[in-house]
């Protein structure tokens, strides 16, 4: 019993130092570190790895984007059905069930920030493992993210940070970069964080040319938007740690334009379509 008591105590403790240093760190960064993010009204895509990353991450300018009439896609790389893989605790759900509803989620979570169901794509790769692909699997995921990016138009991509510190979002870093060198299409390329204040104290294991050239985008105006298109994937709040959430509930989002690697950020790279 006491054992038991300790454990929970040590676990409470934890998540709140954890949200603790998520929320400063990023207040320090938006605050001290940052330029203001300008709204400009090239069209959006936003990669999301998994279903919520793109509203913890870019919902509040996902929403401001649509409210000025910009066009915004968002594509989902994997299926989510990895995300109760360690709670059995919670009760059995299939595979197929827990895709079905994650996918209901996006599809509630984005039109409440403005978005219709054409502009949202599922890729549908396997959850947990894109760090894994290789081959023709590899390929025709890369192909299927140039074609969506290839229409030769000027775009603004958002992707979590290359050093985001999950294995998918990272590896969906290195998807992006090679599908952006297939796609015809004129760029500007930004990072969103949503993994590395959590799990990387003090920015562990990032240079600081990781955080350079870091933007703050004020979402007072539809922060109550995003706070709704965040409760609505209600599956995924008892799988994520307590505390977690928090810091996606405050009235601003950074971005980081990418050091090196992809360009260096914003380019053409012209090749083939596919
Ligand atoms: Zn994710």
């Not at 403005?114 to 549908?124: K, T």
């Not at 964080?193 to 703050?216: E, H, N, T």
């Not at 938007?225 to 709040?237: E, F, G």
Request: glycine share 6%.
């Amino acid at each position: 019993m006491a054992w038991t008591l300790f454990k929970q105590f040590r676990q409470s403790m934890g998540a709140k130092i954890r949200r603790l240093h998520a929320d400063s760190l990023c207040r320090w960064v938006a605050d001290v570190c940052s330029t203001p993010h300008a709204l400009s009204h090239r069209p959006v895509l936003v990669i999301a790895p998994h279903q919520d990353d793109e509203t913890l991450g870019c919902g509040g300018l996902i929403a401001m984007k649509r409210d000025l009439g910009v066009p915004v896609s968002v594509v989902f790389v994997t299926n989510g059905a990895n995300s109760h893989s360690d709670r059995p605790d919670l009760g059995t759900i299939t595979s197929a069930e827990l895709i079905d509803t994650r996918q209901r989620e996006a599809v509630n979570a984005l039109e409440i920030l403005g978005l219709p169901r054409s502009d949202i794509h599922f890729l549908n790769a396997p959850d947990g493992m894109l760090d894994e692909l290789n081959g023709p699997d590899k390929q025709a995921l890369i192909d299927r993210l140039a074609s969506i990016m290839g229409h030769g138009r000027p775009l603004d991509v958002y992707v979590p940070h290359r050093k985001d510190r999950h294995k998918d979002h990272e590896a969906v870093w290195d998807l992006v970069h090679d599908a952006l060198a297939r796609a015809d299409v004129e760029y500007e390329l930004y990072q969103y964080l949503i993994w590395m204040p959590w799990r990387s104290p003090i920015f562990w294991k990032c240079a600081p040319a990781d955080l350079r050239g870091a933007q703050c985008l004020e979402i007072n105006g539809v922060l109550d938007r995003k706070i709704r298109a965040i409760d609505a994937y209600r599956s995924q709040h008892s799988v994520l740690p307590p505390g977690f959430l928090g810091r996606f509930y405050e009235p601003y989002e950074v971005f980081f334009r990418p050091h090196n690697g992809a360009a260096n950020g914003h380019g053409r790279l012209s090749v083939q379509r596919c």
